[in-house]
């Protein structure tokens, strides 16, 4: 069943992250919160969202908002940049501190990609592809994202 299918593969990667995020508590490496590991995780994807944005996308409000994004600043996983086009502007920018923590999580998306390529075909490769940028871009428009960098 396909939905059986989607729900196993999407689970074993968030297992695969929270696993590496309890490690890193093991080794008091970790600094953040569960609470602002997700927050972290959506401005990543939102790419350089401003505070209002970030908390219009998740439902809370801006001083909230603006309380959390402070912590994860103190802590040195964001900066604020200001707006080249509006100068009252600041947009939420991920810092090296975070990008080292998040790779957890993504090296193991590139394991598993190298392992796509090696045991299909290329075409098959490229279908999957197709089909999960239509999955993306058709079937979850409730939640938009910018392109995080351009596909070869």
């Given at each position: 069943?396909?939905?059986?299918?989607?729900?196993?593969?999407?689970?074993?990667?968030?297992?695969?992250?929270?696993?590496?995020?309890?490690?890193?508590?093991?080794?008091?490496?970790?600094?953040?919160?569960?609470?602002?590991?997700?927050?972290?995780?959506?401005?990543?994807?939102?790419?350089?969202?401003t505070?209002?944005?970030?908390?219009?996308?998740?439902?809370?409000?801006?001083?909230?908002?603006?309380?959390?994004?402070?912590?994860?600043?103190?802590?040195?996983?964001?900066?604020?940049?200001?707006?080249?086009?509006?100068?009252?502007?600041?947009?939420?920018?991920v810092?090296?501190?975070?990008?080292?923590?998040?790779?957890?999580?993504?090296?193991?998306l590139?394991?598993?990609?190298?392992?796509?390529?090696?045991?299909?075909?290329?075409?098959?490769?490229?279908?999957?592809?197709?089909?999960?940028?239509?999955?993306?871009?058709?079937?979850?428009?409730?939640?938009?994202?910018?392109?995080?960098?351009?596909?070869?």
């Amino acid at each position: 069943m396909l939905e059986q299918a989607f729900n196993e593969v999407y689970t074993k990667f968030k297992l695969h992250f929270y696993r590496a995020v309890f490690g890193r508590f093991q080794k008091r490496e970790a600094s953040l919160t569960t609470v602002e590991t997700f927050c972290m995780e959506i401005i990543m994807a939102l790419g350089r969202p401003t505070v209002n944005e970030f908390s219009s996308f998740v439902g809370i409000s801006p001083p909230n908002a603006a309380y959390k994004i402070n912590n994860l600043i103190q802590k040195g996983y964001v900066r604020k940049e200001q707006s080249e086009e509006d100068k009252r502007e600041y947009h939420l920018v991920v810092t090296q501190k975070y990008i080292d923590y998040y790779n957890i999580s993504y090296s193991y998306l590139g394991t598993v990609m190298a392992r796509i390529r090696a045991r299909f075909p290329e075409e098959d490769v490229k279908k999957i592809e197709e089909m999960l940028d239509i999955i993306s871009g058709e079937l979850m428009p409730e939640i938009p994202l910018p392109r995080l960098s351009p596909r070869t």
